[in-house]
């Protein structure tokens, strides 16, 4: 049985390149675009397939329906009221995390990531412990007649949550990554603390907060399960784009639930766009690249 | 100006004042509402949190979530795994394209992807109308929950194994094949053993963000009890029937998980960029 093996070792040695084999190689494409195809081009192109399936005035209807209107009236105020505030957090976690070492700055950095962890459902649901009719502070906001729960606030809560993460995580690394070689040659040619950030900082930085503004507004306006929790599905007034969406596409207006998905995909492709364009601009910069430049006295 | 660190100086300012910014926020907005929910379940007698913790119905949906989500990082890891090894190594038409679209599921709204994958593999969709032949359902099945958690979870182990595969060192390969080594034995004892922290990472990676994962699985999955019902559908479920209780306990599981998988990534990429700065030159 094995006494035939030897002679069959030879053939091996005359192919020593270092990758593989052409039909290796083309199956191996063929099967990587297969499944981009399978799970990635074929739900855009349905997507928009869908939407168009009754021709552009069903769409334009569905789009310029009154509840459509307002679900995405309230989807751009919600991105316009959480994308500047998480900006500015971003700003000043990255300042605080990037430009300087303390003790427990990696326990800040897990935290931060912290709502990545976390299922929207649960995002939504601390929201509606807190405030919520029968929260802690349900009594005393009732009492005041204000509403949060199943109302723009809870929308607005609830996708700060979410998207906290978003603009930080760009800026942190980025940051880290410069270092303070050029903040500290400002800070000896007498410019003061605001001046430096906003001459040299901010510039260094522009493409990283850009990259990050644009994930974390896309995030913003397609939350769906956090939203979904606290919202109360108010038709018109509490709807979110998304939770537009899933009601149409609950009572069989696929039409209509596509037409509206087909503004969010279309955002979605203009973020994926500009990302690719902000990572041709400015590279990211890698763990593994950080790591030696930090270790640099 | 301030002398806050024991070390070194500090020549920049603010570091008091962005340090405390950022904390203010995180508490505000993160970490007194997360803290809400532990308070809440400490609140409850561990009896009823245990009970409303295992109940059949819970049970039912741990496995189906973390089945499913095991299943659909498993997937990811060979799919993704050869196609970010066809977009870093080979050259063809539209890689850029392709390797731009690797991102879509981090950018398409989960209610989107959940609406336009339960269309494709309903019994008339696109797919779904071949499978019905093939007697194989995929909506409103377990199934249909693996592949929208696939979805989601595919960018994740791309983009952990790229600039890993980016930074690998062809002369350990070259070294490798002029030793005599076939081009199998080489992946095998050479590139794979560099990409095993990445491959976990990335692993970890998809299946806590499927594990949590919501929108894209409430449509496809048709959220049976005990068949198709993920532990986030199930809590829900039990908040829009002001079971405030029930929700916290399986909130409370959940959230045990998804801290132990934080920590697990954590370590992972500890490791990763250990192994990368080992091995980067």
């Given amino acids: ?297 | 100006m301030s002398w806050t660190g024991k070390r070194q100086p500090r020549v920049l300012p603010g570091f008091g004042l962005f340090l405390g910014l950022t904390l203010t926020y995180l508490s505000l907005v993160v970490l007194i509402p997360l803290l809400a929910l532990v308070i809440k379940a400490l609140a409850i007698s561990p009896q009823r949190l245990w009970q409303a913790a295992t109940a059949p119905q819970a049970l039912a949906s741990y496995r189906l979530s973390f089945g499913a989500s095991l299943t659909a990082a498993a997937v990811n890891v060979v799919f993704g795994g050869i196609l970010a090894w066809v977009l870093v190594r080979y050259r063809f038409p539209l890689r850029r394209l392709i390797d731009a679209l690797v991102d879509l599921p981090f950018a398409l709204p989960t209610a989107v992807a959940g609406i336009t994958l339960t269309s494709l593999y309903s019994t008339n969709g696109w797919i779904g109308r071949y499978l019905a032949r093939l007697d194989i359902e995929v909506a409103y099945t377990p199934l249909g929950v693996v592949v929208a958690l696939t979805f989601v979870g595919l960018p994740f182990v791309v983009r952990t194994l790229q600039p890993v595969l980016e930074d690998l060192d062809s002369e350990i390969e070259e070294a490798a094949a002029s030793l005599g080594a076939g081009r199998w034995q080489t992946i095998r004892r050479v590139i794979l053993p560099e990409l095993w922290p990445a491959l976990a990472t990335g692993f970890a990676l998809a299946f806590a963000r499927a594990v949590g994962e919501y929108g894209s699985v409430v449509f496809i999955s048709g959220n049976k009890p005990f068949r198709t019902e993920i532990t986030p559908q199930l809590i829900y479920a039990k908040l829009e029937m002001y079971d405030y209780a029930g929700a916290t306990a399986l909130a409370a599981v959940m959230l045990g998980a998804s801290f132990a998988l934080l920590l697990t990534i954590n370590g992972l990429q500890r490791w990763a960029a250990r192994r990368q700065a080992a091995f980067g030159d």
């Avoid at chain 1, 099967?31 to 005035?57: D, K, M, T």
């Fill in chain 1, 1 to 297: 049985m094995s006494s035939a093996e030897p002679l069959s070792v030879a053939p091996a040695v005359t192919r020593p390149a270092t990758t593989e084999s052409a039909i290796v190689r083309v199956l191996l494409i063929a099967v990587a675009v297969g499944f981009v195809a399978l799970f990635l081009i074929l739900p855009l192109v349905a997507i928009f397939a869908q939407a168009f399936e009754r021709g552009i005035p069903a769409y334009l209807r569905a789009i310029c329906d009154p509840e459509a209107l307002a679900a995405i009236r309230l989807t751009l105020w919600t991105a316009a009221l959480v994308v500047p505030l998480n900006a500015l957090f971003g700003l000043a976690a990255a300042w605080a995390i990037g430009k300087f070492t303390f003790r427990g700055r990696s326990v800040l950095i897990t935290l931060i990531d912290l709502p990545f962890a976390v299922s929207p459902v649960i995002a939504g649901m601390v929201f509606v412990l807190l405030f919520g009719q029968r929260g802690w502070l349900g009594p005393f906001l009732q009492a005041h007649d204000i509403r949060i729960i199943f109302a723009m606030p809870g929308v607005v809560l609830a996708t700060l949550f979410v998207t906290c993460p978003l603009v930080a995580r760009e800026l942190i690394p980025l940051m880290e990554a410069q270092g303070t070689e050029e903040e500290q040659a400002a800070a000896v040619l007498g410019a003061r603390g605001w001046q430096t950030f906003l001459r040299v900082t901010l510039p260094n930085s522009r493409w990283g907060l850009l990259y990050g503004l644009v994930l974390c507004n896309a995030r913003a306006m397609g939350e769906f399960g956090a939203v979904s929790v606290v919202s109360g599905h108010i038709r018109g007034v509490t709807n979110t784009m998304t939770l537009h969406i899933e009601l149409l596409y609950n009572e069989y207006n696929t039409t209509g639930a596509f037409a509206v998905a087909s503004l969010l995909a279309l955002l979605s492709l203009v973020t994926l766009g500009a990302k690719s364009v902000l990572e041709w601009k400015a590279p990211r910069p890698r763990p593994g690249i950080r790591r030696r430049q930090r270790q640099q006295p």
